[in-house]
């Protein structure tokens, strides 16, 4: 009978925290064994629950154990990015009861927004933008079709590609999901500053822009 492999745990082996530092020079976090990265993955762990003063205190330590003297963004970076993730699954839950369009509700007032911004586009267009599956658009798209909010016309550019284009009764619904934002938005903007709104709208962009760059940074992943 072959025992289990024990658990890794930072606490069960004694560290040698200089030979660490060595190793994490310049950021050098993969030459680490998986007790050390347990060890420094334990404290960034730490640092969402922790004070002002405690925080900055741990992100001085961890900073000079991995000499990266950008940390205090990447940590930034990172719970930006995940209060983004919940904002946008707690926005797709709402959805549903803001415009009362059944389970596809949030996918339906985005696509309708898509359309009525930027004009007609393509199934695969829209999904890029995204980005989804282009099966999940062609479906809700079709479905979207078939209520009458928006139609498939012929695309010049391309015979076997149709563009989808938002119909009047599509609009229509579209005014009425503004109404119905506008009422929530009232209520979500109380005690927010409309230049910080402004700011984390930029700064999201930016990064949305920078990611998009695939072939920019894929290679990084590949560097020691």
């Keep these: 009978m ?8 930072p606490d069960s082996h004694p560290r040698d ?13 993969g030459k680490l064994d998986e ?6 993955l334990n404290k960034f762990s730490q640092l969402s629950k922790s004070d002002e003063s405690s925080r900055q205190a741990m992100l001085d330590e961890l900073s000079k154990l991995m000499g990266l003297t950008e940390l205090g963004k990447l940590v930034a970076l990172d719970e930006l990015t995940w209060a983004v993730v919940f904002l946008y699954f707690r926005q797709s839950a709402n959805a549903e009861i803001v415009y009362q369009e059944g389970e596809h509700s949030a996918g339906r007032r985005s696509l309708l927004r898509s359309l009525k911004i930027d004009g007609p586009a393509t199934v695969p267009q829209l999904a890029r933008a995204r ?14 079709a078939t209520d009458g909010l928006v139609e498939f016309i012929n695309n010049p550019e391309h015979k076997r590609s149709k563009l989808v284009r ?6 229509h619904l579209l005014v009425k999901m503004m109404e119905r934002d506008i009422k929530v938005g009232v209520w979500l903007v109380q005690d927010l500053n409309e230049s910080d709104l402004h700011t984390a709208t930029r700064v999201v962009r930016t990064l949305r822009e920078k990611l998009v760059r695939v072939e920019e940074w894929r290679t990084l992943l590949d560097q020691d």
Aim: cysteine-free; aromatic content about 4%; glycine content about 6%.
């Design 35 to 40: 007790v050390g990265k347990l060890a420094v």
């Design 17 to 29: 925290e200089e030979a660490d530092a060595k190793l994490l020079t310049n950021g050098n976090f």
């Design 2 to 9: 072959t025992s289990a492999k024990p658990t890794l745990s």
């Design 166 to 171: 938002l119909t009047a009764k599509g609009e």
């Design 131 to 144: 980005p989804v599956s282009r099966q999940f658009i062609q479906k809700l798209a079709n479905q979207m």
